[in-house]
């Protein structure tokens, strides 16, 4: 089963305490309520300016630190292909790396139509990451021409095979594929999940043409474009959606949370083996003194005896989202932004 996935872009939005505010209110949030697993990757891309802020409040493991936090990827939202050089205004790959951010958005159509990105361009950066031990989130996407004209596919497609030119099988684990189409970013209207699925599939099997069975079974596609909070489910429900590029809705802590928490639970019902690591890990961790299982965690735990009872859970814990997550920020505003901050300073 590949892992699901989910991105944050945050494009040129939220300075530096903002983004430490947001990383404190979404750890509150988590550590509060309990993701129900482990199995699923959360990636933030905030501005350059706020990278190596995030990445070092996340190494720190902030003031609530849980083992999920220090599991959030931060992302860069591009790379320049080049180690070094005039390049005036651009980042390299390799001072993101040396900075520890070893991932990147790749290709966001944003970048293709306002700094006149190539599919040759994203070639390069695309090699440059995966040929570094850095993972590329690469955007493909077709326009509303395309799809009135049935050319979607092929659109698609063709950015595929240049993009991916000269990229090696063994590198092909950095890489996660998002299916961006251009006329649903920033519309509210996301695509129906048939039409994402066609494409999704369509690439797979080019995937498949180009590399192997294999790794087009293992590479994780992803949709992005207008997804929020009320629609998010529909998606991540799919098999054949590894995961979500979220936009506008991933600057909202409890939009982001509610996607996280939601898609935590939709995992762990569907796959009930992948869940409830949080309580596995709680139980070895006190296997190894004396104390016997706390109260509350023995009752959570038999919540999750069956199914049936899993779904009761899930209503309670629906209920209760909005509440603690307003409890959350609040709380957080008033007592520990002012005490990292002076950590900082
Ligand atoms: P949106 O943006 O979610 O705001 O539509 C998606 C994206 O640009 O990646």
Redesign the pocket.
Known sequence: MRTKIIIG?W?MNRDRKETIDFLMTLNHMISKNHLLTDNLDIVLAPSYLSLIAAKTYISRGGLFAKNWLKKLIVSAQDANSEIAGSFTGAVSYNQLKEEGINYS?IG???TKSIFHYSNEDINKKILSLTNNNMNAIL?VGDTKEDKENNNSISSVLEQIETNLKGVLIDNLEHLII?Y?PIY?????N?VSVENIIEIINAIRNKISQLYSLDAAETVRIIY?????SANYMEYMNEDNIDGL??????LDVTAFYDIIYGTSQIITNKYPSLGNNYFLLKKKELANTSKPLPKKLKERESKYSSQQNANNYKTNIDENITKSSVDAIQQIKNSEITSVQDEQD
Do not use: D, M, R
């Not at 590029?245 to 991933?250: A, N, R, V, W």
């Open positions: 872009n494009k958005i966001h159509f944003e955007c998002a961006e649903a970013i920033g519309t509210g996301p992005g474009g207008s997804i929020n590029l979220i936009g506008k809705t991933s």
